[in-house]
């Protein structure tokens, strides 16, 4: 004897059945699309292009001009400026300025030790 069974797969069964359900479905869809977004957004935004750090650029401009027949006066051009998206403000004590006598005895083309002159 053979016997046979039959499954009747209807638009019923493949899915929610109320519309409660597909309401319910379609919001948490809705809301997991809407965090992974603002999760890559914020990624993007603040670890890979890093818009919430200042980028405070820095040129040193060296000049020595004859003061006397045996002095020089060395001037140094600082130039800032800001290329990332933060705007950089200056604290209250704006820009510090050190100087320190260097010594007569420096070579030409070598760097001079800071931390062993006295001023």
């Known amino acids: 004897m053979l016997v046979s069974f039959y499954i009747v797969v209807g638009p019923a069964a493949i899915g929610p059945s109320s519309a409660i359900d597909r309401a319910d ?3 948490k ?3 997991s699309f809407g ?3 603002a999760g890559l957004w914020a990624l ?3 670890v890979l292009f890093r818009s919430g750090v200042t980028n405070l650029e820095m ?3 060296p000049q020595v001009h004859p003061l006397r027949t045996d002095t020089r006066m060395l001037m140094i051009d600082v130039g ?3 290329t990332g998206k933060v705007m950089v403000e200056a ?3 704006g820009c510090r300025i050190w100087l320190r006598r260097l010594p007569k005895d420096a070579k030409i083309g ?3 030790d800071l931390d062993g002159v006295t001023s």
């Open 25 to 27: 479905l379609a919001n």
């Open 29 to 31: 869809a809705i809301t």
């Open 35 to 37: 965090l992974l977004a």
């Open 44 to 46: 993007f935004t603040f």
């Open 59 to 61: 040129t040193i401009r």
């Open 80 to 82: 800032l400026r800001n």
């Open 91 to 93: 604290g209250p004590m």
């Open 110 to 112: 070598q760097p001079v």
